[in-house]
């Protein structure tokens, strides 16, 4: 069956850069969104279409995409971005989520 | 501004039913196909069903077909969640969201316990 691949922790020191990597077979055509998640909070979206940002969220935060891995990056994390993340793809009439990256930043 | 408020949830025992309400406000309702997603504690995100803005189309989980069935009133900017035959493993925390992604409720809490 159809999955989405994330490492389960990334750890990096406030000013460094995280990288979280998503991996699917449909991942070369299928979008790709990613949510930050945050104890006892909703998901809030960060990235939309591989690459885009929504409006409000801090440029340090963007999308690459290469073949059937796509990742988000967090250029220069903050202590605030200490949270779960989720990729998320649509695969046919189905929806996929990824398992989820804890990152810590400290 | 934009807000998506769920209710319904609660305790109850395995094999009972209950029905989960998402009150939209802010947008056209109409306009969106809908998702209701889980997050059993201490997990991750689960997609458990979607259905189109007409409510002409309705898809959902493996883990949840034929058990849950999820509905819109347009009319009424209100999306539901059938769940019948609950078992223990359908404890989450239950959110709805557009599709965009954009906009999620606080989620509503299901304990499924004997």
């Known amino acids: 069956s159809y999955e989405l691949t994330q490492p389960s922790s990334v750890s990096v020191s406030p000013g460094q850069t995280a990288r979280i990597t998503c991996s699917g077979d449909m991942l070369a055509k299928k979008y790709v969104r990613w949510f930050q998640q945050k104890p006892g909070q909703a998901p809030v979206l960060v990235i939309y279409k591989d690459t885009e940002r929504p409006a409000g969220i801090p440029e340090r935060f963007s999308g690459s995409t290469s073949g059937t891995t796509v990742t988000l990056t967090i250029s220069g994390a903050q202590v605030e971005d200490e949270a779960a993340y989720y990729c998320y793809s649509p695969a046919d009439n189905y929806v996929f989520f990824g398992g989820g990256t804890k990152l810590t930043v400290l | 501004q934009v807000q998506l408020v769920e209710s319904g949830g609660g305790v109850v025992q395995p094999g009972r039913s209950l029905r989960l309400s998402c009150a939209a406000s802010?947008?056209?309702?109409?306009?969106?196909?809908m998702h209701w997603v889980r997050q059993a504690p201490g997990k991750g995100l689960e997609w458990v069903a979607f259905i189109l803005s007409d409510g002409s189309n309705k898809y959902y989980a493996d883990s949840v077909k034929g058990r849950f069935t999820i509905s819109r009133h347009n009319s009424k900017n209100t999306l539901s969640l059938q769940m019948n035959s609950l078992r223990t493993e359908d404890t989450a925390v239950y959110y709805c969201?557009?599709?965009?992604?954009?906009?999620w409720g606080q989620g509503t809490l299901v304990t499924v316990s004997s």
């Open positions: 802010g947008f056209t309702f109409s306009d969106y196909t």
């Open positions: 969201a557009t599709e965009s992604g954009d906009y």
